[in-house]
């Protein structure tokens, strides 16, 4: 007999025994490297649904868009349950930043930021840091531990075995921030929250098991 999966409820046959299959839209900065992540991880199909758009727009534009693929979604009748935006602090004007979240904050969507760069999350699987170094400094750092490519598709396969490393060295830097009593995400250098998306995609990921 074949087992239960572990998201399935009860020993009925009944469909609502079966929680609802999820769909998660992740509406990222970068038109390559974020997107290729993301889509690599392995997401049961059976559970969820998650789809990586690259836009090439940065911070308040980028939320404005997911505004626009959430409502175009909704009207088709085919919302979105979790919304998940990606963008990098880079060099943009702080009000501009701030903005992005305030808007994310009144549409309910998540915020996956990463300052400076999303490069840090990358960095994070070899190295815990805190101290803020320039933007173009993360390629460099990352050149030391391998040959770093934005449209490398394969980058998440190469770092997966290192990724429980990097979700512990992001939570150090939280912890980091949080013994600091700053919460502010345009000021703090270096942040991130990759990795509470990360967190997510690995519970929607299939494992492999019936």
């Not at 460099?140 to 934005?150: G, M, N, Q």
């Amino acid at each position: 007999m074949v087992g239960k999966k572990p998201w399935q409820r009860g020993g009925g046959r009944r469909h609502q025994d079966v929680l609802p299959r999820r769909r998660l839209l992740i509406v990222c900065e970068d038109e390559k490297s974020s997107r290729y992540y993301f889509e690599s991880f392995p997401i049961d199909r059976q559970r969820a649904e998650v789809v990586a758009i690259g836009t090439g727009l940065n911070t308040d534009h980028l939320v404005e868009r997911a505004v626009e693929l959430v409502s175009r979604e909704s009207r088709k009748g085919t919302p979105y349950g979790d919304v998940w935006c990606v963008f990098d602090r880079d060099s943009f004007p702080e009000s501009n930043y701030a903005r992005a979240f305030d808007l994310a904050r009144t549409h309910r969507f998540h915020v996956a930021w990463s300052n400076e760069a999303f490069e840090l999350w990358y960095l994070l699987h070899f190295n815990y840091i805190d101290a803020g170094i320039p933007r173009r400094q993360y390629a460099e750092k990352l050149a030391t531990h391998f040959s770093y490519d934005k449209a490398d598709r394969g980058i998440y396969h190469r770092l997966k075995d290192l990724q429980p490393a990097a979700i512990r060295n992001a939570h150090k830097l939280e912890r980091h921030w949080t013994s600091l009593g700053v919460h502010r995400a345009e000021v703090n250098n270096p942040s991130t929250q990759v990795h509470r998306l990360v967190e997510l995609l690995n519970e929607l990921a299939d494992l492999g098991t019936d």
